[in-house]
């Protein structure tokens, strides 16, 4: 079983900075692609950054700039530093991994439980 835990998040005033983490857990044998995508109310589900474990990475246009996606891998962990926070930024932010499990034959994607970021004053 492999799981996903996200923390971080909380409520931010606009121009303030928030770092999330999320730590995959379980019989994992590799970790390819890690992400983390958001969702507004009332909005579908978007991409904001992603790293892949040769170290590329993307970034959703409205975040380039003020986000950074960084992975941690001897702790299966990765992050997300948030700078200059705008109300517009306020989302529930889910952690991605594209995981192969240990005794699997093909990796999964997997999704931890979101972590609400608001920006407000």
């Known amino acids: 079983q492999v799981q996903l835990v996200e923390s971080g998040g909380g409520l931010v005033q606009p121009g303030g900075s928030l770092r999330l983490s999320c730590a995959a857990s379980?019989?994992?044998?590799?970790?390819?692609?890690m992400a983390w995508y958001r969702q507004a109310p009332g909005k579908e589900r978007e991409l904001v950054a992603m790293l892949t474990n040769s170290g590329t990475t993307n970034y959703a246009d409205s975040v380039k700039g003020r986000f950074t996606i960084s992975r941690d891998n001897a702790k299966n962990t990765v992050y997300l530093q948030m700078n200059s926070l705008k109300p517009e930024d306020t989302a529930v932010y889910y952690c991605?991994?594209?995981?192969?499990?240990?005794?699997?034959?093909?990796?999964?994607?997997?999704w931890g439980q979101g972590t609400q970021v608001t920006v407000s004053s």
């Open positions: 991605n991994g594209f995981i192969l499990p240990s005794g699997r034959a093909g990796a999964y994607r997997y």
């Open positions: 379980g019989n994992i044998f590799s970790i390819n692609t």
